[in-house]
């Protein structure tokens, strides 16, 4: 047996000798070469000592010697400088940057910091727990840099990036997330934006920094529909850009065509602050009473289970709600009752928050996202059972990770993606060494290479990045493809231009409809402002079979239904009237839905409304125009209320910074009709609720949470 799985195999009832650390020691170091100091080896020795030294399985005598390992390895936040001579001590120092208090950065991440101050453009391939988003503030703290540009994968981690940036640089720097936020060249600014937000944008900006996180998303093969959106705001952010820094985990290489190539640092790197222990269920039939039985094990350790769907999610909370596996929370109960009485008292979520679990997934309000990251990441919650939307979207970790499935939706995961749901577990300064619980074989283990169509060849993307291309970038056969689009499609070039995410075939099913509906009664798309009931069942008739065609998820079937919806949306006063309504009409018995999946379909309901629903819409106004000429159609006072929920558009914006709708609805006697969601925040910030019986501790303790935020 070897040192290192005498290591991993160690009891936590067991000791080392002080032999057994010499021995851990001198094997590690021995697999340290001058100046390498990521030998995967040899940091798990280190990381799994320091573990053991936090448990006292180790001799007080052998203590320093395994700070030495650590120093060697470069594990420098791990360390206590005053165990050091002052040589040693200077070189701890050096890596020591000040930004909310004082952080040290390990040695690879000193690296990698050092080529991005002396200019270089990097491409970064990194564990999750290696630290990259805390390079980009190093970097601002060092630099200063007047204009950055910071592309988010999710809305949930612009807010998590606003809110660590903020308390840093929320003095010196103007934070801007929405695309409705003003510009003034004249500030220093940091652009927090989607791709979708920064493609929105008209800004003429001269970026100092460009940092693309989750830079993966780029390539086709990820089936990550808004690639093309990605690609887009690369190519349109690139050329502008003094610096580029692209961070992402497990790549092997990044194809970024002869152009740009020679111009980024590919840094791949495997240095972990972190380990691992795998627990193996795989042989094992029952595969939930081995989870109960894992689970009751782990106590009250931070948990995160794995689900591939929020009704998978729903289904495993009742089980283990079933089998009392419950976890005591002082705001649990509290906030599951709030869940309740605001959004709808036979929603699972309430039920589980009570119980201190927790759920997260993509059908979630975003305030709610947010909160449930927040209380798991504090200790409040313990559990929390999730699917890859926390994965690939929030930065948090726990001790145990329980990949529960082995799908994403219904298809099984690769080992990339596996490999970011196991890099969920543990935290540097945490949890030193976290477990994996498998209760299924992990995919095959392969190298994952990125392509990026629009650095690399763009005449051969979708029809949407070719459209968005300039010509003088394309091959002679780009080109003529790139002309021939309108012939080939019917539809007018800009149209193409700008509403191309839908998809080509998108365009041209909704055209055919149209110049149908144009020719039989045009009254029924000529109108403006806010259409009649008719108007309104016409155009939904038309865009949801073409939505649900191109896999659209809509949390509805019918024209006729998303049309009613729409009207019952907009005569709702309260978001929870909404859900309560929605919840009685459409639970579906006959195929054993709840009023949870009516609710959660409720809230899909809602996210097309954001977004899909108002890009469809428009680009029907677009071919109404394109096919009688000049007229007088203008739908977009309706999309303009519709993408809000018919509701003040700063309450959907303060959603996300953390004040959900329906506290907003009830403050909002309170407060004298905000003009933006700045004045909105500010007034609710400033509000003494200490007297008023409608609000409670819950209410209270939410805007105090983003208060603090700010």
Request: aromatic share 10%; proline share 5%.
């Amino acid at each position: 047996m070897t040192i290192l799985t005498q290591l991993r195999s160690l009891p936590e009832s067991s000791k080392l000798t002080s032999d057994d650390v010499f021995d851990a020691v001198f094997e590690a170091g021995s697999m340290l070469n001058d100046g390498q100091r990521e030998n995967s080896d040899s940091l798990e020795i280190a990381i799994r000592l320091l573990d053991a030294v936090k448990n006292s399985q180790v001799p007080d005598s052998s203590i320093e010697v395994i700070d030495h390992l650590v120093e060697e390895c470069g594990l420098y936040p791990y360390l206590n400088t005053d165990n050091f001579n002052l040589i040693t001590q200077t070189i701890i120092s050096a890596h020591t940057i000040q930004l909310d208090g004082d952080i040290r950065l390990h040695a690879k991440q000193m690296q990698v910091l050092l080529w991005l101050l002396g200019g270089d453009n990097i491409v970064l391939s990194a564990p999750t727990s290696f630290g990259k988003t805390l390079l980009v503030d190093a970097f601002i703290s060092l630099k200063r840099p007047k204009c950055i540009v910071m592309i988010m994968p999710t809305i949930a981690l612009i807010d998590e990036t606003r809110r660590r940036l903020s308390r840093t640089f929320g003095s010196e720097y103007k934070l801007l997330t929405a695309v409705s936020d003003e510009y003034d060249p004249a500030y220093p600014t940091i652009f927090i934006l989607t791709q979708e937000r920064f493609l929105s944008r008209n800004d003429k900006l001269n970026i100092d920094l460009l940092f693309i996180d989750e830079f993966y998303k780029l390539d086709p093969s990820r089936a990550d529909s808004r690639f093309e959106q990605l690609n887009l705001a690369v190519y349109r952010a690139l050329p502008n850009s003094k610096q580029s820094f692209f961070a992402g985990p497990h790549i092997n290489d990044i194809r970024l065509g002869e152009n740009w190539s020679g111009n980024f640092r590919f840094v791949k790197t495997d240095y972990r602050t972190v380990t691992v222990n795998v627990v193996d269920r795989t042989n094992n039939d029952d595969r939930l009473s081995n989870f109960l039985s894992d689970l009751k094990s782990v106590g009250d350790q931070s948990s995160l289970v794995f689900t591939k769907s929020p009704p998978s999610a729903r289904v495993l909370l009742q089980k283990i709600i079933d089998e009392e596996v419950l976890y005591k929370s002082d705001i649990g109960p509290l906030l599951g009752d709030w869940i309740a009485n605001n959004f709808h008292k036979e929603w699972a979520i309430a039920e589980g928050t009570q119980n201190g679990i927790a759920i997260h997934h993509g059908r979630l309000p975003r305030s709610l996202g947010q909160l449930f990251v927040q209380l798991f990441n504090q200790g409040d919650l313990k559990l929390l059972i999730c699917t890859s939307t926390l994965i690939e979207g929030v930065n948090t970790s726990a001790a145990n990770v329980f990949v529960y499935d082995k799908k994403i939706s219904s298809t099984d995961f690769d080992f990339f993606s596996f490999a970011n749901i196991r890099g969920r577990v543990g935290r540097m300064m945490r949890h030193y060494i976290g477990n994996v619980f498998l209760y299924f074989e992990p995919p095959e283990e392969i190298e994952t290479n990125v392509d990026v169509p629009i650095l690399s060849d763009p005449g051969s993307s979708t029809d949407y990045i070719l459209a968005n291309v300039e010509p003088d970038l394309l091959s002679e056969e780009g080109v003529e493809r790139r002309e021939q689009l309108p012939s080939r499609t019917g539809i007018e070039f800009y149209i193409l231009q700008e509403f191309g995410s839908l998809g080509t075939e998108t365009l041209v099913n909704l055209n055919s409809l149209i110049i149908e509906s144009l020719a039989e009664n045009p009254e029924l798309l000529m109108w403006k402002g806010f259409p009649d009931k008719y108007q309104r069942k016409h155009l939904a008739e038309l865009i949801v079979p073409v939505l649900l065609k191109s896999r659209h998820s809509l949390g509805l079937y019918t024209g006729a239904q998303v049309s009613w919806m729409w009207a019952t949306l907009q005569k709702c006063k309260t978001l929870g009237a909404f859900l309560r309504f929605f919840g009685r009409t459409f639970v579906r018995a006959d195929n054993d839905e709840t009023v949870s999946d009516a609710v959660e379909n409720a809230f899909k309901f809602l996210q097309a409304c954001e977004y899909t629903f108002p890009t469809i819409i428009v680009a029907a106004e677009a071919l109404v125009k394109s096919n009688t000429g000049p007229n007088d159609a203008n739908y977009f006072p309706f999309v303009s209320a519709l993408e809000n929920w018919f509701r003040p558009e700063w309450m959907k914006q303060i959603d996300e910074v953390g004040i959900p709708i329906p506290l907003s609805e009830r403050l909002l006697p309170y407060i004298d009709a905000p003009k933006d969601r700045h004045d909105a925040i500010e007034k609710i910030f400033n509000l003494d609720l200490s007297g008023k019986a409608d609000f409670g501790d819950i209410d209270r303790y939410i805007i105090s949470s983003a208060k603090e935020s700010q």
